[in-house]
């Protein structure tokens, strides 16, 4: 199993697209349309249409901060060292830790007696409070906000 299997793909498009916002200095505002050519720079089958999805979700959610007009865009919801990836998890994704994930039903029947459940719910706890010790900022330090310049031909 790849590592990128415990996530969607709207969690990737999120923190990819987080993480390019968080590069910009303070104030300034990324347009939906230069988020998916650098987006297209990554992957290049990515969906625009599916990008603005996400924003929107992020930006409802209050990750994103929406600037409306001619010059608008979008700008982060708060400083990049206060937004984890745990927060972009829980709106993305949404979290459940008191819910059985093991159960084929809504409610699992021995809740309460369930040592495996007890164990799980463990992991994820740990899992989740790593996720919440890693921010936007740190992320952001590795992105190249500028496409790679291909050499020409000679």
């Given at each position: ?9 709207r969690?990737?498009y999120?923190?990819h697209a ?10 300034e505002l990324?347009t939906?349309p ?8 990554i992957?290049?089958?990515s ?7 996400v924003?929107?979700r ?7 901060r929406s ?11 708060r ?25 084929l ?7 309460s007696?369930c ?7 463990k ?8 996720l919440a ?17 291909t050499?020409a031909?000679?």
């Amino acid at each position: 199993m790849a590592s990128g299997q415990f996530f969607s793909q709207r969690f990737s498009y999120g923190l990819h697209a987080m993480a390019y916002i968080a590069t910009k200095p303070a104030g300034e505002l990324t347009t939906l349309p230069e988020l998916a050519a650098w987006m297209t720079t990554i992957w290049p089958s990515s969906s625009d249409t599916y990008l603005s999805n996400v924003v929107q979700r992020m930006a409802r959610g209050r990750l994103l901060r929406s600037h409306r007009g001619i010059a608008g865009g979008y700008s982060l919801g708060r400083p990049a060292d206060k937004i984890s990836v745990r927060d972009l998890v829980e709106l993305l994704e949404g979290i459940e830790t008191d819910r059985c994930s093991l159960s084929l039903d809504d409610e699992c029947p021995i809740v309460s007696n369930c040592s495996i459940r007890r164990k799980m719910s463990k992991l994820e706890e740990a899992f989740l409070a790593s996720l919440a010790g890693l921010t936007l900022d740190e992320l952001a330090k590795d992105i190249r906000a500028t496409p790679q310049k291909t050499k020409a031909k000679t």
